[in-house]
Nanobody
Framework: QVQLVESGGGLVQAGGSLRLSCAAS????????MGWFRQAPGKDREFVAD????????YYTDSVKGRFTISRDNALNTVYLQMNSLEPEDTAVYYC???????????????WGQGTQVIVSS
């Protein structure tokens, strides 16, 4: 089992920044690829970014490229999502997930956090 706890969400004005953290405990964190997903009110969950277990490969959905950065610190068992130039359309609950492979499909991840709310005001 891997337990994931997100933090860092909040209310921010458009153009602002937030850094989300996802702390993992349980099995060896460095064995897992990590992903960030989000779900806006009334919408399906969508992929945001993922990172390989070494951190050497990252991938972003088009709408966040150039604004968001995913990273990980395996010594701290933590994955981050730095979000800059936030837009109202980024408002959502953000979830981190752990899995054996990097993937844009939520079903490929085995473990999920409880989510952290991000609200971007215009």
């Amino acid at each position: 089992q891997v337990q994931l706890v997100e933090s860092g969400g909040g209310l921010v004005q458009a153009g602002g920044s937030l850094r989300l953290s996802c702390a993992a405990s349980g099995r060896t964190f460095s064995n897992y690829a990590m992903g960030w997903f989000r779900q806006a009110p009334g919408k399906d969950r969508e992929f945001v970014a993922d990172i390989s277990w070494t951190g050497g490969r990252v991938y972003y959905t088009d709408s966040v490229k150039g604004r968001f950065t995913i990273s990980r610190d395996n010594a701290l068992n933590t994955v981050y999502l730095q979000m800059n130039s936030l837009e109202p359309e980024d408002t959502a609950v953000y979830y981190c997930a752990a899995g054996r492979i990097t993937s844009r499909r939520g079903g490929d991840y085995d473990y999920w956090g409880q989510g952290t709310q991000v609200i971007v005001s215009s």
